[in-house]
């Protein structure tokens, strides 16, 4: 098992302080920079972070819902954090996260002590070439965020130069993820992984169209001892959509371990214009 | 297209009514009684409704997260609502239902103003045989809830009789499902037809054990216009889980209208024991 590298971009990213008035304040990483804010995912890590690191939690996360309200800007925010109800093993959060011009994002979670138990796995990982032998997506260019991931696509890759056709380009995808630099595996790293999956708008028209997460729940499936184990491995990753319409769209994901064990799932809806 | 009837018993449990001190009261329904509390179908369009009512409510819900914290007892309970954000054609709103020992659940919804688009749908309707064709289940001296819905399984019936056999049974589910007495679908009766495929877990181990949704998200594909051209037919409902582990497993949903088209998606992470 490796040690998290210091000063990992995500770590700085995260980096959360109390202030007196019993808030805890961050600023943006231009580092996870997206096209109009924050990468979603590292605001998703934040929540969760949030809660984790609340000297009263008990537990593993199970269950994360962010709702992205406006756009964060460049700079400090605050995160409100209130414990809703604490029982004999389960724990919930709510958080919600200000700049000046109002509330920007709330998130809820849910946290659990896992034990072992009966397990059983009706899914199983889709079939990906090996991942020496995919290549790395190239981010040159792209927005920041890009380029904090190793993305290795074996199906449904982004092709950003506009295509001619207008038939809708198949919705799924299936590639190889992983922080960059590598970062052994946490319920933070994987809070941000669970949203690097391209909008699938983007995928089936071909082309950029304005878009943007409202809301993104992630479920953990294993404790903090299951990711752990994955170490910084690269994850499979697979994502689709059921349908498009009246301006929102459905985005569904799985992050797999190496070993063929669900670590997440995720759904997100999104806003498309157009 | 029918009106409501009058005294529909889902629209009694949904009765809510305004405070003094600017909270909502309602009161548990035993006609959607479950084992240990209200049915949680029952509890999430609660959450929604307080939010769908409150008169600076613009657009229709999108998403739904629903945590539940606490059993709820029978009786009385309250649901505080907070407008957390509201843009041109988005709203959100956070929700906490409580009772005299604490919070029971907490709820984020995110609605939107809905416009005509671009639409495509990847996903198609599972095959099912015709709706006639298949007998209702048996609901006569189960809780209570259970008779509130006409559930017609074409795969995945539950069996309540314990299987001497101890491999999983299969995990999907795919039934014909609509209110009963048959009521006009709208956002509020939707949102309770998410949570009726019976916890996956009693379907694979082939008896009942302790479990308990913790935490439901709910996607609403259709405006209420595309609701409401549902009228009171079925819904073709197709559930499934990827993964059981560590005292914890997903289930996702799908719910169809009759002509194909996707009108809800839901998935939640359920608690279960042993």
């Known amino acids: 098992m490796n040690a998290i590298p210091p000063n990992h971009p995500l770590d700085i990213a995260m980096r959360l302080t109390p202030t007196d008035d019993g808030r805890l304040k961050g600023t943006t990483s231009d580092e996870y920079w997206n096209m109009m804010g924050p990468f979603g995912g590292t605001t998703a890590s934040l929540m969760l972070k949030a809660a984790l690191d609340a000297p009263a939690r008990i537990g593993d996360p199970v269950a994360l819902t962010v709702n992205f309200c406006a756009p964060i800007a460049k700079g400090d925010f605050f995160i409100d954090l209130k414990e809703t109800r604490t029982n004999r093993s389960t724990q919930h959060w709510s958080m919600e996260l200000s700049q000046e011009n109002g509330i920007a994002a709330t998130a809820t979670a849910v946290f659990a002590k896992r034990r072992e138990t009966w397990a059983y796995q009706p899914a199983a990982m889709p079939a990906i070439p090996p991942h020496e032998t995919l290549a790395p997506m190239n981010t040159e260019g792209r927005n920041a965020w890009l380029s904090r991931y190793d993305l290795r696509f074996a199906e449904g890759a982004m092709n950003f130069e506009a295509r001619a056709d207008d038939d809708p380009a198949p919705s799924r995808s299936l590639l190889w993820v992983a922080d960059k630099p590598a970062r052994p595996l946490d319920f933070v790293s ?40 994955q170490g910084d491995a690269p994850l499979v990753g697979m994502a689709d959509t059921k349908t498009f319409r009246q301006g929102y769209f459905d985005q569904s994901a799985e992050l797999w371990g190496g070993d063929g064990r669900l670590l997440a799932t995720s759904v997100q809806t999104v806003y498309f214009k157009e």
Chains 1, 2 share one sequence.
């Open 190 to 229: 994987l809070a941000s992984l669970a949203d690097t999956f391209i909008v699938r708008i983007f995928l089936v028209r071909g082309r950029m169209v304005p878009a943007g997460t409202v809301s993104l729940t992630t479920y953990f499936h294993t404790d903090a001892a299951g990711l752990a184990a």
